[in-house]
């Protein structure tokens, strides 16, 4: 091409800038594959250089593969994985502080309720003694009484006893769980004594009490201990009785009257708060006869001795 632009330029003057830079350019490309070659020349060939930056070529790729990105993305998602790695150390750190935390609470637990077994197993026999003779004096005179305490399979937040209130309600039988061998009269009187015998021990009492059927085979002076018994733990929690002895009536604080009403299609039930004057009829009602003078008299003195227990408790 330098020589037919020479041979054109001796032709016309037109072509002679064309050929001087062909010129020039042949003598710059000389120039530089003269420093190419030297280059070239003083670069070391290194075979087992090569062979290990293929093979850190072929791991990088591989990786790649393996995390579904291109090569050059791996960088910054070495910095994204360190970054979670960092994050998931410090949740072990969490974790191993948890569990450390953990095994302290199971200890105190464990000291703790071993704490309270010891001192169940000490109090039960004095507290099966006081029910008893409270279970004796609600119409169960042959009736015997025991806590048995024993450990319980499984950890559990009130400790780890299994505690069973037992019965012998007749002389001759063995003492049974008192759910199994109790009438729902008798079982209403033995939580009646379980009551009065921690009354003085219960800090926070449970705020309602609800008693049916205690009033069941009693009669009498039982009967009458039977209301003093739940008129005495009225006064530091709410008693609720279904009963249809006045004995036990006339020591509530307030009395109602449930009636059931048909008039042959439904059936209603009317509940009556009973004032003073009520209560004396109701009672002489329950008594035998409403209107019977005697009747209204002993319902009279039945409500007064209410209200002497009243007077000495606050005396």
């Not at 632009?5 to 830079?21: K, M, P, S, V």
């Not at 594959?33 to 072929?58: F, G, N, V």
């Not at 790649?64 to 790695?85: G, N, S, V």
């Not at 003779?133 to 015997?144: D, P, S, V």
């Amino acid at each position: 091409a330098q020589r037919e632009a020479e041979h054109l330029a001796a032709i016309h003057d037109n072509y002679r800038e064309t050929a001087e830079l062909l010129e020039q350019s042949a003598v710059y490309l000389s120039e530089a594959s003269d420093a190419l070659a030297k280059q070239l020349d003083k670069i070391e060939h290194d075979p087992a250089a090569l062979a290990e930056t293929e093979a850190r070529m072929s791991a990088l790729h591989t990786l790649a593969r393996k995390h579904h990105i291109d090569p050059e993305q791996l960088p910054a998602h070495w910095q994204t994985l360190a970054a979670e790695h960092q994050t998931l150390a410090q949740k072990n750190q969490s974790g191993s502080e948890l569990e450390a935390a953990c095994r302290a609470a199971e200890a105190d637990y464990h000291a703790k309720a071993a704490a309270l077994s010891a001192a169940r197993q000490k109090a039960a026999p004095a507290l099966a003694r006081d029910v008893e003779q409270w279970i004796q004096q609600l119409g169960m005179e042959k009736a015997t009484f025991a806590i048995d305490v024993q450990p319980a399979a499984r950890p559990a937040a009130h400790g780890n006893d299994d505690i069973t209130y037992t019965l012998c309600a007749n002389p001759g039988q063995t003492l049974q769980p008192l759910a199994k061998v109790a009438s729902g009269g008798e079982l209403s009187r033995v939580s009646l004594a379980i009551e009065v015998a921690c009354l003085d021990e219960t800090p926070t009492p449970p705020p309602t009490i609800i008693f049916d059927e205690i009033d069941t085979g009693i009669g009498g002076e039982i009967a009458d201990t039977v209301g003093r018994l739940l008129h005495t733990l009225g006064q530091s929690r709410q008693v609720l009785c279904i009963t249809h002895l006045p004995q036990v009536a006339a020591y509530a604080d307030a009395h109602y009257r449930i009636e059931k009403h048909s008039d042959g299609k439904e059936t209603q039930t009317r509940v009556t708060a009973l004032d003073d004057e009520a209560r004396i009829t109701e009672i002489a009602r329950m008594l035998g006869s409403a209107d019977s003078d005697t009747s209204r008299e002993h319902a009279r003195s039945m409500l007064a001795r209410k209200a002497s227990v009243n007077i000495a408790r606050h005396a």
